[in-house]
């Protein structure tokens, strides 16, 4: 393992443990010389990239790399693109809205909106969506090139993260056509028990899909089919702002240049 991959690999461990890591933890998961794990984290810690609780001595992610984190994120042209009507969408529904992107084989949340008292899930910015199970992954997944989709999906582990997540490939690739004959796809209590999400896909004006818009609702929520129109509504409008033209959908279906 080469210098760079060990920082990388502390990082991602640090990003998605909530409550930090004892020096110990990250040294079992590496299997490294706790000398090697410390040198690295005083490192870390001499920049602000990570920090260290004096009292319970655990290491978690510092506010320098939120600054770099959020250079990046204002150069992304689609979510600053996007906020106005995530925003408004988020108001109508009164739930949470979140916009995810697709970049190295990997699908990673960059915006989230949460303007409704309801609005009672979470994702963070940052946080990695499972093609297996997250239907925001699969909405993007849908719309690639064959060679792409075969390289993920001949990647992917099931792993059973709730009662309906999806256990075979096939089960898999037939999803990916239900979402592209559907211009959106849904997630049944497939990633977390008691919770449904639904995810309608953006493109640019090549008919790439760049992106894709998720809202999450409690599995007894009614009135399902409105709010799935509202989402589609806004993955097209927000489609055209990054230049995807009217004539590429048909009954708010996105048909690309076939139709």
């Excluded at 933890?25 to 794990?37: A, H």
């Excluded at 408004?88 to 915006?111: A, H």
Aim: charge should be neutral; aromatic fraction near 6%; proline fraction near 2%.
């Amino acid at each position: 393992m080469q210098s760079i991959d060990r920082f990388i690999w502390i990082l991602e461990l640090l990003g998605n443990s909530r409550n930090g890591l004892m020096i110990t933890e990250i040294r079992d998961e590496l299997q490294l010389p706790l000398s090697s794990i410390h040198r690295m984290l005083a490192s870390l810690k001499d920049h602000g990239i990570v920090t260290q609780d004096e009292a319970s001595k655990r290491y978690k992610l510092g506010v320098k790399l939120l600054t770099i984190a959020n250079g990046l994120l204002n150069h992304l042209d689609i979510r600053e693109r996007s906020k106005d009507l995530l925003i408004e969408l988020s108001n109508q529904l009164d739930r949470m809205v979140f916009l995810s992107v697709m970049e190295q084989d990997r699908v990673v949340c960059i915006d989230t909106i949460s303007e409704g008292p309801n609005s009672n899930f979470y994702v963070r910015i940052g946080a990695l969506m499972p093609f297996s199970v997250a239907v925001s992954a699969q909405t993007i997944l849908a719309y690639q090139e064959k060679p792409v989709i075969d390289r993920i999906t001949n990647s992917i582990e099931y792993i059973r993260y709730a009662k309906n997540s999806i256990m075979a490939k096939e089960d898999f690739l037939a999803k990916l056509q239900c979402i592209k004959e559907n211009c959106y796809g849904t997630c049944l209590e497939e990633f977390q028990d008691g919770v449904n999400g639904y995810s309608a896909p953006v493109f640019n004006r090549d008919g790439k899909c760049i992106a894709s818009i998720t809202i999450l609702e409690g599995k007894t929520d009614s009135g399902i089919e409105e709010k799935v129109a509202l989402l589609k509504k806004t993955a097209k409008a927000v489609s055209k702002l990054n230049g995807c033209g009217d004539d590429k959908y048909h009954k708010d279906i996105y048909i690309g240049s076939n139709y």
